[in-house]
């Protein structure tokens, strides 16, 4: 008699309640990551075809059962652990000003974490059974979930909002000539356009200037990956108006000088 028959568990209801990391075809693994991770609607049909398979026995039903679903689960374990790393790689890479590297540091310390948990997940698996690689399987899924994908979404954030700074730095010293150009126009011939023009841009990017520091402050303070990600997008909005507003300030400086 086969596992199946004795469970009295379709082959459709356990492969639904396998509750892997992901989500994907009955097996819940999702098709994005789970194409990263190599796993296949053919590599979930293994476990169809075993429990269909007349020739095997109760027990070696259960034994080739069982060796797939850990491979299943395990490969997945394995494909977050990388992802994990790769994500530390990078933030470790990121350049930061000094009084924001506590807080990089704080991440990366959150990713080990990450990492020693998968670590952990993946050697109970060696010693479970069906049922043990199923919770083991759910408990990974729920933990992803609710722990593992906030934290990766805020450090990527954080990745691109540090990646950003350049840009910062960038539009800070073009303000500085900015100002002077329109500083010596101004001084030896006033023009109320130029000077419209010029405080435009000096407010976008003084806009720019506090929604970055407050998407840094979202970070501090531990605020959702929607909320610092809004930031960082409003502080690039911002930055690009300013740019618009810096060539609105160069066409009206080129008219004022001699032709």
Same mark, same amino acid.
């Given at each position: ?7 009295? %568990? ?10 892997a ?10 098709a994005?990551?789970?194409? $990263? ?5 053919? $590599? ?5 075809? /075993? ?8 027990d070696?039903?259960?034994?080739q059962?069982?060796?797939? %679903? ?21 933030l ?34 060696n ?46 010293? %073009? ?15 006033? $023009? ?13 990017? $003084? ?12 970070f501090a ?6 909320q610092?990600?809004?930031? /960082? %997008? ?17 066409? /009206?400086?080129?008219?004022l000088?001699?032709?």
């Amino acid at each position: 008699m086969s596992y199946k028959k004795i469970t009295g %568990r379709p082959a459709f209801l356990i492969l639904a309640s396998i509750g892997a990391i992901f989500t994907f075809g009955m097996i819940h693994i999702p098709a994005a990551h789970a194409a $990263d991770c190599g796993i296949t609607l053919g $590599d979930v049909a293994q476990i169809t075809a /075993i429990q269909k398979d007349p020739t095997l026995s109760s027990d070696e039903e259960v034994t080739q059962e069982l060796a797939v %679903r850990k491979a299943l689960v395990g490969r997945t374990i394995s494909c977050a652990q990388q992802e994990v790393q790769t994500l530390q790689a990078t933030l470790s890479s990121s350049t930061v000003p000094a009084d924001v590297q506590p807080l990089q540091s704080q991440l990366s310390g959150n990713l080990s974490d990450a990492g020693n948990y998968y670590a952990l997940e993946m050697t109970k698996l060696n010693s479970v059974g069906i049922s043990g690689s199923e919770a083991i399987a759910q408990e990974v899924l729920a933990w992803r979930a609710s722990t593992f994908i906030p934290l990766s979404e805020s450090v990527k954030n954080f990745i691109l909002w540090s990646q950003n700074q350049n840009l910062f730095v960038t539009a800070q010293t %073009r303000m500085v000539a900015t100002q002077r150009a329109v500083s010596f126009l101004e001084s030896n011939s006033p $023009d109320a356009d130029l000077q419209t023009a010029f405080d435009t841009a000096q407010s976008s990017f $003084d806009d720019a200037e506090s929604q970055n520091a407050q998407a840094k402050e979202a970070f501090a303070q531990g605020l959702s990956p929607k909320q610092s990600l809004a930031l /960082i %997008r409003q502080s690039l909005g911002s930055l690009s108006t300013t740019y618009q507003n810096f060539f609105t300030v160069s066409t /009206i400086i080129k008219s004022l000088l001699p032709q």
